[in-house]
């Protein structure tokens, strides 16, 4: 496991605004929530939850201070929640003002490059605001590790609605198999949607049809979690998401498959990006501003994990691996969804092949893009390929977490709002010589999709490098 120096430590929290914790000498390690640690940790949250869900909104401790820094609700606006909490000027308006719905990278127009730092100073300046509100500076948030297959259900005591202790964890706002502690994955066949496939990923961006570690735990891990556990006024929906809290064990999971992939050989990328800042308040309320460099490498942050997940090793070929040319084979736009899904025979392209040394070097893809939805389908899609013989074959899954209107941050625009810079890549080299000439994609539904969803897929490519 990663260990964290006395002198990066010490700096890191000074960025974070975490120098003056009781134990800032000690790294603090997040537990598995099923350890022991874990259950300790897991208790005092739950303590934490109902004492800041007691705050007024206006404390940036409270619950819906914190909600709302990931996004405010689609029942209402930035503006009005401002005025409603703040009405007068003061430094605490000015601040909501300043953090409020500025997830990274959900919204229209963000960088999908800035998901995993951005969540990571989420967590960190959230972590060190319960640890304020309970007076406990020995508090860590574990972590929810569902690629494990035995725990793919929603810890217990999340679905104790009512009950002294646990009530405050528990959200009506979920999917009813989830909130019945059925595995969140119980409809998505196998392989299961809740695997650590992101940890094979040789870049953090898209390279050469890849699309990425960073993009491909976010479309595909992250977003298969929040709509399987969550309904469009929950986890399933980024205006909702922060107000559940199985939210925050869910992203601290998140962080730890990153923390993994580093350990494993990843590279996070070296460029100006690593300059850019984001605003937060501290566990104390007031201004932190920090640097992505800050929080990039476990040696930089004041914790780390029980347990990291293994996986491959990422050599500094693949690290590194140069810019091929790439031809579209084929193509579909617009693919709107009935109940069924879709099934779109896509148009063959004309155009040179590209030209690649060693046919064993020859990758192909399905790529789709662009994705929209009305409300969330609360389901997650099989895309399958179609081979000469008629039969198909299952690529992976898809979702629509963030295809959903919920507009540029601060306010939210009710119309349709594309998803950004997602990207969904499924490797079909191994039955590429298996498929028509003119491919026929099929994306069908596991389960009843909401009848107002109305996806679409904006484009569909095969392509080859």
């Known amino acids: 496991m990663d260990q964290i120096t006395r002198r990066n430590f010490v700096a890191t929290v000074g960025a ?27 208790r005092k949250y739950a303590d934490a939850v109902g004492r800041m869900s007691a705050l007024p909104g206006s404390d940036p401790k409270s619950w819906t ?13 930035k503006q009005r929640e401002l005025d409603r909490l703040f009405p007068a000027a003061s430094p605490g308006r000015e601040l909501a003002a300043e953090v409020w719905s500025t997830c990274q990278a959900h919204f229209p127009g963000t960088n999908s490059d800035y998901f995993l730092p ?3 100073m989420y967590l960190v300046n959230f972590e060190e605001t319960v640890r304020s509100v309970l007076g406990d500076s020995s508090f860590v948030l574990p972590y929810w590790n569902y690629v494990d297959g035995t725990q793919r259900a ?12 646990w009530g405050s964890l528990f959200r009506a706002t979920r999917r009813s198999d989830t909130n019945s502690g059925l595995p969140i994955d119980a409809d998505d066949g196998d392989p299961s949607p809740l695997n650590a496939g992101a940890l094979g990923q040789g870049t953090y961006r898209p390279a050469n049809g890849r699309a990425g570690f960073c993009r491909e735990i976010d479309g595909n891990l992250h977003g298969a979690v929040h709509v399987r556990v969550g309904d469009g006024r929950g986890m399933g929906s980024v205006p909702w998401a922060a107000n559940d809290p199985i ?5 601290c999971n998140i962080d730890r498959l990153w923390a993994s992939w580093n350990r494993n050989g990843g590279l996070n990328p070296m460029d100006s990006w690593r300059d850019k800042t984001f605003v937060f308040p501290d566990g104390r309320g007031g201004r932190v501003v920090t640097p992505i460099k800050a929080v990039l490498a476990m040696t930089d942050v004041p914790y780390t994990y029980e347990a990291l997940q ?18 579209t084979i084929a193509t579909a736009r617009g693919i709107a969804f009935g109940a069924d899904g879709a099934e779109v025979q896509l148009t063959p392209t004309s155009g040179p092949r590209p030209r690649v040394v ?14 929209q939805a009305k409300t969330q389908p609360g389901v997650l899609y099989r895309v399958e390929v179609q081979d000469r013989a008629g039969a198909w074959r299952r690529v992976g899954l898809l979702n629509f977490f963030d295809a959903v209107p919920h507009g540029g941050p601060g306010e939210h625009d009710h119309g349709t709002a594309a998803m950004s810079d997602k990207l969904f890549s499924y490797d079909v080299t191994a039955i590429a010589g298996e498929l028509e ?14 009848a107002e969803a109305a996806p679409v897929v904006g484009k569909l490519d095969i392509v080859e490098n």
């Not at 201070?65 to 606006?77: A, F, G, L």
């Open 65 to 77: 201070y914190q909600w709302y820094i990931h996004s405010v609700p689609t029942d209402t606006t």
């Open 16 to 42: 974070l605004g975490l120098v003056g914790s009781a134990d800032a000498q000690t790294p603090r390690v997040r537990p598995d929530v099923r350890s022991a640690a874990g259950r300790v940790n897991l």
């Open 310 to 327: 293994p996986g491959p090793t990422i050599t500094a070929a693949a690290a590194t691996v140069p810019e091929r040319p790439q031809v």
């Open 154 to 165: 929603l810890p217990a005591e999340f679905l104790k609605d009512g009950d002294s202790v």
């Open 118 to 120: 951005w969540h990571r």
């Open 358 to 371: 060693g046919a064993s070097t020859r990758r192909t893809f399905v790529l789709l893009s662009d994705l």
């Open 437 to 450: 000439a003119n491919p026929v994609v099929r994306i069908r539904p596991n389960g009843a999709p909401d």
């Open 247 to 251: 939210f925050w064990l869910h992203h």
